[in-house]
C-alpha cells in the first residue's frame, strides 16, 4: 500500500516538555496511552494505568491513598497524597526530562508566568500546577490546587516539593498564593528554615 502522507513526531521529550509546561490535557492523555503501548502491547488508557501503577509498586510508592483514572487529572475521581508524588519526583530530577520540562517560575512560557515572579524563586522554581475548580453545581465539593516539583540547589542537589489543598474557594488566588509564597520564602533560606 503506497504511503500517501505521514508526519515525523517531535522527540517524545520535547512532547512531555510541551504538555508539561503549557499543561496540554490532550497530550498527557495521548502519553499515557502511548505508555501502555509501548509497555503492554495496548494502546488504551486503562493499559497505560496499570503500567503507571505497577511503576509505583516497583518504586516502592504507597498507593493507598492514590486512585488515578485519567492521564490529565482532570477527573473528580482522582485522588493521591502527597507522599506519593513526592515519592515520583524523588525517582527523577531536574535535569531528566520531566524535570526540564517543567514550567519555570515566572517564565511567560508556561503556567507559572505570574508565580514567584518577583521574589527569590523566579526563573529557579520548576513546577506543574493543578487545578480543579468546585463549578459542577455541587453542593460542599471541594477544589484543589497542587503544585510540585523541583528547587535546583547548589552543587546540583535539589528540592523536591508537594503542595496539595483543597476547599470549595482554593482555586481562587487569594485562598492559595499565600501559602506558596510562603513556601518560596522558606525554600529560599533553606537551609536555615524548616527542612
Not at 521529550?13 to 509546561?21: C, H, I, P
Not at 509501548?38 to 486503562?46: C, F, I, P, V, W
Not at 518577583?118 to 487545578?131: A, F, N
Not at 523536591?160 to 482555586?171: A, C, K, R, S, Y
Amino acid at each position: 500500500t503506497p504511503t500517501i502522507a505521514s508526519i515525523q513526531s517531535a522527540p517524545f521529550g520535547e512532547v512531555v516538555a510541551e504538555m508539561l509546561t503549557t499543561s496540554d490535557n490532550l497530550s498527557a492523555e495521548m502519553i499515557l496511552k502511548e505508555v501502555g503501548l509501548a509497555a503492554a502491547k495496548q494502546g488504551t488508557r486503562e493499559a497505560g494505568l496499570r503500567v503507571v501503577g505497577d511503576r509505583l509498586s516497583a518504586w516502592g510508592i504507597d498507593q493507598t491513598a492514590t486512585t488515578l483514572v485519567d492521564g490529565s487529572g482532570l477527573s473528580d475521581e482522582n485522588r493521591t497524597s502527597c507522599a506519593a508524588l513526592l515519592g515520583v519526583l524523588q525517582h527523577g530530577n531536574v535535569n531528566d526530562p520531566v524535570g526540564a520540562g517543567l514550567p519555570v517560575a515566572g517564565d511567560k512560557a508556561g503556567t507559572l508566568a505570574d508565580a514567584f515572579s518577583d521574589g527569590p524563586m523566579k526563573g529557579v522554581l520548576r513546577g506543574k500546577t493543578g487545578t480543579l475548580n468546585n463549578n459542577d453545581g455541587v453542593a460542599n465539593k471541594p477544589g484543589a490546587k497542587a503544585l510540585a516539583g523541583y528547587v535546583p540547589q547548589a552543587a546540583g542537589s535539589q528540592i523536591e516539593f508537594v503542595i496539595l489543598m483543597n476547599g470549595e474557594t482554593i482555586t481562587n488566588k487569594t485562598e492559595y498564593r499565600p501559602t506558596w509564597d510562603r513556601f518560596a520564602e522558606v525554600v529560599a533560606n533553606y537551609p536555615y528554615g524548616v527542612t
